[in-house]
């Protein structure tokens, strides 16, 4: 699906469908008190009839008479015109779109940020629709038959109608940008859907490198013989329980100065977790699948980053592996040696990504970065605290994380923090080896982190821990069920802050 800017009056476009936002006691604006006067009061009786108010995201379908351009006008509620923000404004067109899905129209007039008067700039409404929009019209649906997926289409084109001339050119730009972040937002929602029987390290890497090669990214890739030579030994334990080989995908950005120092991303990517020798519940298991969304968040941040020409030097690393029990899988008690030189003590095979990791955020600081943020699907524990409204956010710098959760505000992808006290690492501390990967039940996102941070010593960094966030089993309004993408535009949020 294409987003056209179009200038016209928004009741004289002629459309299958055009799609109008109100406000919650706001119904007779301008726009809506003419519309109404089109349709002979059908609002109004809407409103009496208490079957529509303008609350966020409620919907009410009209049919115009004949002789009206629009065959007919869904209108969305927007809430109280005090509280619009650009999230309420994402929430109103994915609504919209969703609920337009299989309507076989042939063509969409979206007039929503027309008229809305809040506090909201131009640039952030006409960004807000459009990533509604089209993350909304997103679908997975390469293994559908052509007849089912025929069942969620939509028009190959939406026009966002604004209406002064003036603001086109301006309208068309920010469309452009918001077009290319959600590109990347699709990969990453694709590469986390692919299912685990096609979804290998090997398949993930070739996935990196022609990313890299459309967008203009140096990819370099280790694959098992470099590990090995390297001594990546944590990630190796971690994958030696499958027959699919490891790799390290390492992809590079450099849109700032030579020799400015990077920012570093680093992602989990754990093509599918079993929980090796530790198996986990048959339960959900088949989620497990997006147990990389950390590493698909870099990639796709790599990709916008690259796409939207972002004056700032980056770095993305993924160490890939699969998490199988087998004759050769590492077991509950070995001890690991990682690239660091730390020993680690594995009590639990289940507690993998903090493993390779480890190892990844070891390789970066080599390259000598301004400041680390990794993301990863890692603790369950974290869906307890948080539910899968929010990524937790745990590091060694406050700004670096206050700068995180203002960027998730700005974006909609917010984050809580949660402390990463020096009590904490007493709880992962080993009798045979210089560090535990668990470090029990209590306070598990916590000591996660609490082990990460040992391979960070000296440099700025912040963990996300998206394990509540990245999968969703209920559709949102712009978000459909399934991997989520979530990330890519928190870290491109964030990154623009820093440049």
């Known amino acids: 699906m294409e987003i056209k800017v179009r200038h016209a009056k928004p009741l004289t476009v002629k459309t299958d469908c055009l799609i109008l936002g109100a406000y919650e006691k706001g119904l007779q ?47 969305i509620g927007l809430g109280s015109r005090s509280a619009l923000t650009a999230e309420r ?22 007039a929503l940020t027309f008229e809305i008067g809040s506090s909201l700039d131009f640039k952030g409404q006409i960004q807000a629709v459009t990533e509604g929009l089209l993350l909304a019209g997103y679908r997975f649906d390469r293994y559908l038959s052509e007849t089912i997926r025929a069942e969620g289409v939509l028009p190959n084109v939406v026009n966002l109608v604004v209406a002064n001339p003036k603001d086109r050119s301006e309208a068309e730009k920010h469309v ?18 692919e299912p685990g029987n096609s979804k290998s390290p090997a398949w993930l890497a070739s996935q990196a490198e022609t990313m890299a090669a459309e967008s203009g990214l140096k990819c370099t890739i280790f694959d098992q013989a470099r590990l090995l030579e390297e001594k990546f030994g944590a990630l190796l334990g971690v994958a030696q329980g499958s027959e ?6 390492v992809l590079e950005h450099h849109g700032g100065s030579e020799g400015d120092p990077p920012v570093a991303l680093v992602g989990k990517g754990v093509v599918f977790d079993t929980g090796g020798i530790s198996l986990k519940p048959s339960e959900k298991m088949d989620q497990m699948k997006m147990d ?6 870099v990639i796709g941040t790599m990709m916008a980053a690259a796409l939207l020409n972002l004056p700032i030097n980056l770095i993305g690393v993924v160490p890939a592996v699969e998490n199988m029990p087998s004759g050769t899988a590492i077991r509950p008690g070995d001890i690991l040696t990682s690239l660091s030189g730390q020993t680690v003590e594995v009590l639990n ?52 994380i206050r700068d995180l959760i203002t960027a998730g505000e700005v974006c909609g992808e917010r984050l809580w923090q949660l402390p990463l006290w020096e009590d904490y690492d007493e709880q992962i ?35 996300l821990d998206i394990a509540g966030t990245a999968w969703l089993e209920d559709r949102r309004p712009y978000i459909p069920k399934g991997g989520t993408g979530v990330g890519v535009r928190l870290l491109v949020t964030f990154l623009k802050s820093l440049t």
Not at 35 to 60: C, H, M, P, W, Y
């Open 244 to 249: 699919r080989e490891p790799c390290l995908i």
């Open 429 to 463: 501390k080993s009798e045979v080896a210089d560090v535990k990967n668990i470090g029990g039940r209590p306070a598990g996102t916590i000591t996660a982190a609490a082990f990460l941070k040992k391979f960070v010593s000296g440099l700025r960094w912040a963990h």
């Open 349 to 400: 095979t289940d507690a993998e990504g903090r493993l390779i990791l480890a190892d990844a955020l070891t390789y970066v600081k080599g390259h000598n970065p301004r400041l680390i943020v990794d993301l990863a699907t890692l603790t369950g524990a974290c869906i307890i605290a948080l539910g899968h409204q929010a990524t937790a956010v745990l590091g060694n710098d406050q700004k670096l």
């Open 29 to 75: 604006g301008p726009l809506l008190k003419q519309l109404n006067q089109q349709l002979s009061g059908q609002i109004n009786d809407a409103v009496r009839a208490k079957e529509f108010s303008g609350k966020l995201n409620e919907l009410l379908v009209l049919r115009p008479a004949a002789g009206m351009p629009a065959k007919r006008i869904l209108l």
């Open 292 to 297: 990389m969304a950390g590493g698909a968040a």
């Open 89 to 110: 404004l994402r929430q109103a067109s994915g609504t919209a779109i969703q609920y337009l899905k299989g309507k076989r129209l042939n063509g969409i007039a979206c």
């Open 176 to 193: 452009k940008q918001a077009t290319l972040l959600c590109q990347a937002v699709k990969l990453t929602r694709d590469l986390v859907n």
